[in-house]
């Protein structure tokens, strides 16, 4: 089957990794999924070697024969894109595998953010491990944040919820900080009785650092019992989903405009009612004319949209690739 001129669409996030192949008119092909990329722990040319295994799936489902080529575009959203150096050296190694001439990368949050959107104009907050935003417009301008973590000024995300939650605990079992309820329900998260177990558990390994986003569930569960510490972290990723939204709305001059702020990622999604009324509260005291939406749809299908966007298709092709991924 020829497959010469169809679009290459590419989520490549931390934990996983979908592919499609689409056509001009919205029809998806076919598809597949992998592992996650992670080029700063592998390298570029090791992960692009894995995103390439995935893309050959995708492209056999569809019915190619050979290695995958002939595409007219390729739409690559990546995670740990984050810098424009960082773009440029996952470009490079993509235009390299002869799959298209024509390859745009992104942050896989730009994904995230076009498969919310009828348009490319908006702004999209993701906030899951880790908290990242990004903008767009209908001419081409981006808005975004290095969103590597503290060093670039970043604060949220569920494991930094995780890690706040953890800081405070501590201090209120000791008695430097204010009392808390957190001191009592993260340790019993792990079948333990105190914070100074918790912290023997976690500093000798018994239990995995990486657990620790388990106890943002626990967090939002004692905030919405009452307790004042717990409801103050929770206000405060509030107070950070809306400065990053608004800023990233006013350096695309659309601040004053009615323009959609979609909301993802694990924490988001969650829809926990004291974020979220905290988060609408603020929003419409600094963005009165910004409306909030939830993205639910695949992030593959932003990218086979942004891919779309690219050739110029047809408004017809939008909706067919939405309605494949039931959006």
């Known amino acids: 089957m020829g497959l010469t001129g169809t679009l290459l669409a590419v989520d490549a996030g931390n934990s996983k ?8 008119d919205g029809t998806v092909l076919g598809a597949a999924r992998g592992g996650g990329f992670q080029p700063p722990l592998v390298g570029v040319e090791t992960a692009v070697d894995a995103l390439a295994e995935i893309v050959g799936r995708a492209w056999e489902a569809a019915g190619g024969a050979g290695a995958p080529a002939g595409f007219a575009h390729v739409a690559a959203c990546l995670a740990n894109a984050d810098l424009p150096v960082e773009e440029d050296g996952l470009h490079a190694a993509l235009v390299a595998r002869g799959w298209s001439p024509s390859v745009r990368v992104r942050n896989d949050t730009f994904a995230i953010l076009r498969a919310g959107l009828d348009e490319p104009r908006g702004v999209a907050v993701v906030c899951g491990a880790g908290i990242n935003c990004v903008g767009m417009a209908p001419d081409g301008r981006t808005a975004r944040f290095p969103a590597i973590g503290k060093i670039s ?8 919820m995780a890690d706040e939650a953890l800081w405070f605990a501590a201090r209120a079992e000791d008695g430097r900080g204010e009392p808390t309820e957190l001191a009592r329900a993260l340790p019993a998260h792990f079948g333990l009785e105190t914070m100074y177990e918790l912290i023997e558990a976690v500093h000798l390994g018994r ?4 657990r620790r986003h388990e106890l943002t569930p626990v967090l939002f569960r004692v905030s919405a019992a009452g307790d004042a510490v717990a409801l103050a972290l929770v206000h405060r990723l509030a107070e950070e989903v809306v400065t990053l939204s608004t800023v990233a709305l006013g350096r695309l001059g659309l601040l004053d405009e009615e323009a959609p702020v979609m909301l993802g990622g694990s924490v988001l999604a969650a829809r926990h009612p004291q974020l979220e009324d905290r988060i609408a509260e603020l929003l419409a005291a600094r963005a009165p004319k910004a409306t909030i939406g939830f993205v639910t749809a695949p992030p593959v299908l932003g990218a086979g949209l942004l891919a779309l966007d690219e050739v110029a298709a047809a408004p017809a092709a939008a909706a067919r690739l939405r309605e494949h991924y039931g959006a």
């Open 153 to 160: 000024g970043d604060w949220g995300g569920g494991a930094g």
């Open 207 to 210: 239990i995995p650092f990486v």
């Open 17 to 24: 990794t979908d592919v499609a192949v689409v056509t001009e």
